[in-house]
């Protein structure tokens, strides 16, 4: 048997997984995180069987739940996809060690053109401006990436900071952008990554796919210039962030909808 740093054997993967609603709800959550009720919506199922399956999931560390920071009365739900990859490659190698997944490589790709993505959060002051130099950076600038917030503040120390000492990016020279900036271009992916500016995000020309993120402001609930007690939040996010892309990037070596049109 093939030992793994998890707590469920593959059999147990196998069968937690493999139900057809759980599946269901896996791949769902692989797109964007969402609430029970989109999730209900999407699987056509009463909400307690969304629920208890969701609870399942849960229990297995292979979804959790954050109070939403728009309506503290809900919930968004992710999916851990580095989780999910372990535990399929060693449900795989387990059966025979031919079987054994190799990781996607962490960039774009050669394509016809530059894929073209924008982030949004409140201020564009740190998980926005964050998030597209990441993806610049990652994908060796094959990526076009922007970032815009519903009310624009000043790029926080503590982004700037955690960027430069956690991953050797330099983001001294973005500024913040109000989203109406950018509501007449063309992009492949729009990605809320928080719940306010999800609420309010325009439509964009030629039908993007939109994707949330349910990540917390890394600023909220600290005092204002307290940024030594802050800054492990912004390292935190910055992680987070770069797990979520390197996952992102492997999709954007596929078709979008405007390409396959």
Known sequence: MVTTSTDLNPEAFLQLAGHPLRWRLLGDLARSDRTVHELTGLAAQPQNLVSYHLGKL???????????????????????????????????????????????????????????????????????????ALIRERSGGLVEAHSAGSHPKA??????????????IDLAGQRPKHLSELT???????????????????EFPGDPETIHWSIPDPNAGHAAGDDEASYPAFQQTAAELDTRIGFL?????????????
């Open 249 to 261: 990037l492997a999709t954007l070596t596929t078709p979008t909808r405007q390409e396959k049109s």
């Open 155 to 168: 790029l926080h120390p503590n982004a700037v900071r955690a960027m430069r000492e956690g991953h050797g």
């Open 58 to 132: 849960r229990d297995a560390r292979l979804v959790s739940s954050r109070r939403s920071s728009a309506d503290r009365r809900d919930a968004y739900y992710t999916v851990d996809l580095t989780r999910v990859g372990e535990l399929l490659a060693a449900t795989g190698e387990a059966l025979h060690p031919g079987l054994r997944l190799e990781p996607s490589p962490a960039s774009a790709g050669p394509r016809a053109k530059r894929p073209r993505v924008l982030f949004l959060c409140t201020g564009n002051s740190a998980r926005s401006q964050m998030a597209e």
């Open 184 to 202: 007449t271009k063309r992009f492949d992916r729009v990605i809320s990554l928080c719940d306010r500016v999800r609420e309010v995000c325009p």
